[in-house]
Protein backbone atom coordinates (compact mmCIF):
# COMPACT_ATOMS: atom_id res chain seq x y z
CA UNK A 1 0.00 0.00 0.00
CA UNK A 2 1.42 3.31 -1.03
CA UNK A 3 2.38 6.27 1.88
CA UNK A 4 1.67 9.41 1.92
CA UNK A 5 3.15 11.47 -0.57
CA UNK A 6 4.48 15.03 -0.49
CA UNK A 7 6.40 17.15 -2.85
CA UNK A 8 8.71 18.69 -2.73
CA UNK A 9 11.06 17.82 -0.02
CA UNK A 10 13.23 20.24 -0.01
CA UNK A 11 12.33 24.30 -0.84
CA UNK A 12 14.28 27.26 -0.03
CA UNK A 13 12.75 31.05 -0.77
CA UNK A 14 13.45 34.76 -0.02
CA UNK A 15 10.91 36.40 2.72
CA UNK A 16 8.14 37.88 1.20
CA UNK A 17 8.03 35.17 -1.94
CA UNK A 18 5.34 32.53 -1.99
CA UNK A 19 4.97 28.92 -2.09
CA UNK A 20 3.41 25.29 -2.38
CA UNK A 21 3.58 22.12 -0.74
CA UNK A 22 1.28 19.56 -2.02
CA UNK A 23 0.42 16.31 -0.47
CA UNK A 24 -1.53 12.75 -2.13
CA UNK A 25 -3.13 10.60 0.82
CA UNK A 26 -3.61 7.36 1.12
CA UNK A 27 -6.17 6.12 -0.75
CA UNK A 28 -9.75 5.92 0.84
CA UNK A 29 -8.88 7.76 4.13
CA UNK A 30 -11.13 10.51 4.59
CA UNK A 31 -9.20 12.88 6.98
CA UNK A 32 -6.16 14.99 6.14
CA UNK A 33 -3.86 17.15 8.27
CA UNK A 34 -1.42 19.69 7.85
CA UNK A 35 1.15 20.10 10.89
CA UNK A 36 4.11 22.56 10.92
CA UNK A 37 7.60 21.05 13.08
CA UNK A 38 9.10 23.55 14.28
CA UNK A 39 13.11 22.11 14.82
CA UNK A 40 13.44 20.20 18.32
CA UNK A 41 9.13 20.66 19.04
CA UNK A 42 5.83 18.60 18.64
CA UNK A 43 3.71 19.07 15.49
CA UNK A 44 1.81 21.85 15.53
CA UNK A 45 -1.45 21.32 13.89
CA UNK A 46 -2.28 23.81 11.51
CA UNK A 47 -5.81 22.90 9.31
CA UNK A 48 -7.41 19.24 9.26
CA UNK A 49 -9.87 18.07 6.94
CA UNK A 50 -12.27 15.47 6.59
CA UNK A 51 -12.99 14.93 3.00
CA UNK A 52 -13.06 18.28 1.38
CA UNK A 53 -14.25 20.51 4.38
CA UNK A 54 -12.31 21.71 7.09
CA UNK A 55 -13.08 20.47 10.76
CA UNK A 56 -10.63 22.41 12.13
CA UNK A 57 -7.85 25.70 11.56
CA UNK A 58 -8.04 27.36 14.43
CA UNK A 59 -4.13 27.57 14.08
CA UNK A 60 -3.52 28.11 10.65
CA UNK A 61 -2.44 31.99 10.20
CA UNK A 62 -4.94 32.69 7.69
CA UNK A 63 -3.55 35.91 6.68
CA UNK A 64 -0.89 34.22 5.05
CA UNK A 65 -1.62 30.53 4.80
CA UNK A 66 -4.06 28.74 2.84
CA UNK A 67 -4.92 25.36 2.26
CA UNK A 68 -7.28 23.25 0.11
CA UNK A 69 -8.06 19.64 -0.68
CA UNK A 70 -10.34 19.47 -3.95
CA UNK A 71 -12.67 16.71 -4.54
CA UNK A 72 -11.79 15.21 -1.44
CA UNK A 73 -8.27 13.48 -1.94
CA UNK A 74 -5.10 15.94 -2.77
CA UNK A 75 -4.04 18.98 -0.53
CA UNK A 76 -2.17 22.41 -1.35
CA UNK A 77 -0.92 24.66 1.16
CA UNK A 78 0.32 27.51 1.08
CA UNK A 79 2.62 30.26 2.30
CA UNK A 80 2.15 33.91 1.00
CA UNK A 81 3.88 36.16 1.54
CA UNK A 82 6.73 33.70 3.61
CA UNK A 83 8.25 34.95 6.18
CA UNK A 84 11.98 33.56 8.17
CA UNK A 85 10.16 31.91 11.19
CA UNK A 86 8.08 29.98 8.69
CA UNK A 87 11.25 28.09 8.21
CA UNK A 88 10.01 24.60 9.53
CA UNK A 89 9.42 20.97 7.92
CA UNK A 90 5.28 20.76 6.60
CA UNK A 91 4.17 17.09 7.78
CA UNK A 92 1.35 15.81 5.55
CA UNK A 93 -0.65 13.14 7.53
CA UNK A 94 -3.94 10.95 7.02
CA UNK A 95 -6.52 8.44 8.36
CA UNK A 96 -9.04 6.55 8.16
CA UNK A 97 -11.28 9.14 10.16
CA UNK A 98 -10.38 11.64 12.98
CA UNK A 99 -10.75 8.39 15.59
CA UNK A 100 -7.64 6.56 13.98
CA UNK A 101 -4.48 6.41 13.76
CA UNK A 102 -2.40 9.26 11.01
CA UNK A 103 0.12 8.24 8.88
CA UNK A 104 2.54 10.35 8.32
CA UNK A 105 4.63 11.50 4.81
CA UNK A 106 7.98 12.60 4.58
CA UNK A 107 7.43 15.96 4.60
CA UNK A 108 8.69 19.39 3.50
CA UNK A 109 11.84 21.24 4.43
CA UNK A 110 11.16 24.81 4.04
CA UNK A 111 13.88 27.08 4.57
CA UNK A 112 13.10 30.84 4.59
CA UNK A 113 16.01 33.19 3.88
CA UNK B 1 -5.47 24.26 20.16
CA UNK B 2 -6.20 21.58 22.95
CA UNK B 3 -3.05 21.22 25.19
CA UNK B 4 -1.42 18.17 25.81
CA UNK B 5 1.37 18.06 28.15
CA UNK B 6 4.11 15.69 28.03
CA UNK B 7 7.02 14.89 30.67
CA UNK B 8 10.05 14.65 30.80
CA UNK B 9 10.84 16.79 27.95
CA UNK B 10 14.35 14.65 27.64
CA UNK B 11 15.70 11.60 29.21
CA UNK B 12 18.93 9.78 29.19
CA UNK B 13 19.04 6.17 30.19
CA UNK B 14 21.85 3.42 29.83
CA UNK B 15 20.70 0.20 27.69
CA UNK B 16 18.87 -1.93 29.92
CA UNK B 17 17.22 0.42 32.02
CA UNK B 18 13.31 1.19 31.64
CA UNK B 19 11.92 4.64 30.73
CA UNK B 20 8.54 5.81 31.34
CA UNK B 21 6.94 9.29 29.86
CA UNK B 22 3.70 11.07 30.44
CA UNK B 23 1.13 12.92 28.91
CA UNK B 24 -1.42 14.91 30.51
CA UNK B 25 -4.27 17.02 29.49
CA UNK B 26 -6.66 19.26 31.19
CA UNK B 27 -9.66 18.48 29.62
CA UNK B 28 -11.56 14.56 28.69
CA UNK B 29 -10.27 13.02 26.00
CA UNK B 30 -11.84 11.22 23.42
CA UNK B 31 -8.87 8.97 22.82
CA UNK B 32 -4.90 9.36 22.84
CA UNK B 33 -2.67 8.07 20.49
CA UNK B 34 1.49 7.66 20.53
CA UNK B 35 3.78 8.26 18.12
CA UNK B 36 7.64 7.48 17.65
CA UNK B 37 9.81 10.32 15.20
CA UNK B 38 13.32 8.78 14.90
CA UNK B 39 16.17 11.61 14.30
CA UNK B 40 15.41 13.02 10.80
CA UNK B 41 12.56 11.22 10.26
CA UNK B 42 8.73 11.44 10.56
CA UNK B 43 6.21 10.39 13.32
CA UNK B 44 5.23 6.88 13.42
CA UNK B 45 1.97 6.03 14.56
CA UNK B 46 2.15 3.43 17.39
CA UNK B 47 -0.69 2.76 18.77
CA UNK B 48 -4.65 4.32 19.90
CA UNK B 49 -5.89 4.34 23.59
CA UNK B 50 -10.01 4.85 23.40
CA UNK B 51 -10.97 3.47 26.85
CA UNK B 52 -11.15 4.44 30.11
CA UNK B 53 -8.34 2.50 31.98
CA UNK B 54 -6.82 0.97 29.24
CA UNK B 55 -3.60 -1.00 29.01
CA UNK B 56 -2.15 -2.07 25.73
CA UNK B 57 0.90 -3.83 25.09
CA UNK B 58 3.66 -4.11 22.53
CA UNK B 59 6.65 -6.20 23.13
CA UNK B 60 8.92 -4.21 25.53
CA UNK B 61 5.71 -1.21 25.23
CA UNK B 62 3.45 -0.84 27.84
CA UNK B 63 0.66 2.11 27.22
CA UNK B 64 -1.66 3.40 29.75
CA UNK B 65 -4.71 5.14 29.45
CA UNK B 66 -5.99 7.05 32.81
CA UNK B 67 -9.73 6.06 34.65
CA UNK B 68 -10.56 9.95 33.75
CA UNK B 69 -9.41 9.89 30.39
CA UNK B 70 -7.02 12.91 31.09
CA UNK B 71 -3.59 11.07 30.99
CA UNK B 72 -1.74 8.33 29.83
CA UNK B 73 1.94 7.13 29.80
CA UNK B 74 4.20 4.68 27.91
CA UNK B 75 6.40 2.18 29.38
CA UNK B 76 9.50 1.09 27.77
CA UNK B 77 11.27 -2.23 29.43
CA UNK B 78 14.97 -2.63 29.62
CA UNK B 79 15.26 -0.24 26.71
CA UNK B 80 17.43 -0.84 23.36
CA UNK B 81 19.31 1.67 21.38
CA UNK B 82 16.53 0.95 19.05
CA UNK B 83 14.30 2.51 21.16
CA UNK B 84 16.13 5.75 20.40
CA UNK B 85 13.96 9.03 19.13
CA UNK B 86 11.32 11.43 20.14
CA UNK B 87 7.89 9.85 21.53
CA UNK B 88 4.68 12.10 21.17
CA UNK B 89 1.59 11.47 22.89
CA UNK B 90 -1.68 13.14 20.05
CA UNK B 91 -5.32 13.52 21.17
CA UNK B 92 -8.46 14.05 20.62
CA UNK B 93 -10.99 15.67 22.78
CA UNK B 94 -14.07 15.12 23.60
CA UNK B 95 -15.39 18.17 22.18
CA UNK B 96 -13.93 18.00 18.70
CA UNK B 97 -11.79 16.40 16.07
CA UNK B 98 -8.46 18.23 15.84
CA UNK B 99 -5.44 15.81 16.35
CA UNK B 100 -3.06 17.96 18.68
CA UNK B 101 0.14 17.16 19.64
CA UNK B 102 2.45 17.48 23.17
CA UNK B 103 5.87 18.63 22.74
CA UNK B 104 7.00 15.04 23.28
CA UNK B 105 9.59 12.95 24.88
CA UNK B 106 13.46 12.48 23.61
CA UNK B 107 15.13 9.57 24.23
CA UNK B 108 18.84 8.68 24.30
CA UNK B 109 19.89 5.32 25.06
CA UNK B 110 23.66 4.77 25.51
CA UNK B 111 25.16 1.10 25.53
Known amino acids: EAGVAQSPRYKIIEKRQSVAFWCNPI?????LYWYQQILGQGPKLLIQ????????DSQLPKDRFSAERLKGVDSTLKIQPAKLEDSAVYLC???????????FGQGTRLTVV | GQQVMQIPQYQHVQEGEDFTTYCNSS?????IQWYKQRPGGHPVFLIQLVKSGEVKKQKRLTFQFGEAKKNSSLHITATQTTDVGTYFC???????????FGKGTSLLVTP
Open chain 2, 90 to 100: AATPNSGYALN
Open chain 2, 27 to 31: TTLSN
Open chain 1, 93 to 103: ASSLSPSRGAF
Open chain 1, 27 to 31: SGHAT
Open chain 1, 49 to 56: FQNNGVVD
